[in-house]
């Protein structure tokens, strides 16, 4: 099942960082959370691995609607965005909310899962 969307970029791995960051605010996005999974790797197990980072992507204003309509959805959020290194190429994917809240049989969710996958891949697709 495809539950991402993603996109390869020339930038390097900080810049990508940054600019989907900045990309996302434009959307109505806040970065919650930001996990340097290489570090974080390297710290609490002592492995290596290639630059990857885990962005909590939050909207309010969608997040209160998804609040409303489904009490238990905070499971599912915020939005994760990630930027990673394979083999030299930069990418850049974000969750796909339809994907997401497709196992919550709420229409209402259903409605504006929608509108924010739209912000998420709009927001990829200016990198």
């Not at 974080?40 to 290596?48: C, L, R, V």
């Not at 939050?58 to 939005?79: D, M, S, T, V, Y």
């Not at 990673?84 to 504006?112: C, H, Q, R, W």
């Amino acid at each position: 099942m495809n539950y991402g969307y993603t996109k390869d970029t020339n930038l390097l791995f900080h810049e990508a960082i940054s600019k989907i960051k900045e990309i996302l605010a434009s959307e109505g996005f806040g970065v919650l959370t930001e996990i340097d999974v290489k570090a974080t790797m390297k710290a609490k197990i002592g492995a290596e691995y290639e630059n990857y980072t885990i962005l909590g992507a939050c909207n309010p204003n969608f997040a209160h609607k998804a609040l409303q309509a489904e009490k238990e959805i905070g499971l599912l959020l915020p939005c994760n965005v990630i930027v990673y290194e394979d083999n030299g190429t930069v990418f850049v994917s974000s969750i796909l909310p339809t994907v997401a809240m497709a196992m919550i049989k709420n229409t209402d969710l259903s409605l504006f899962a929608k509108e924010v996958e739209n912000h998420l891949k709009r927001a990829i697709d200016a990198l």
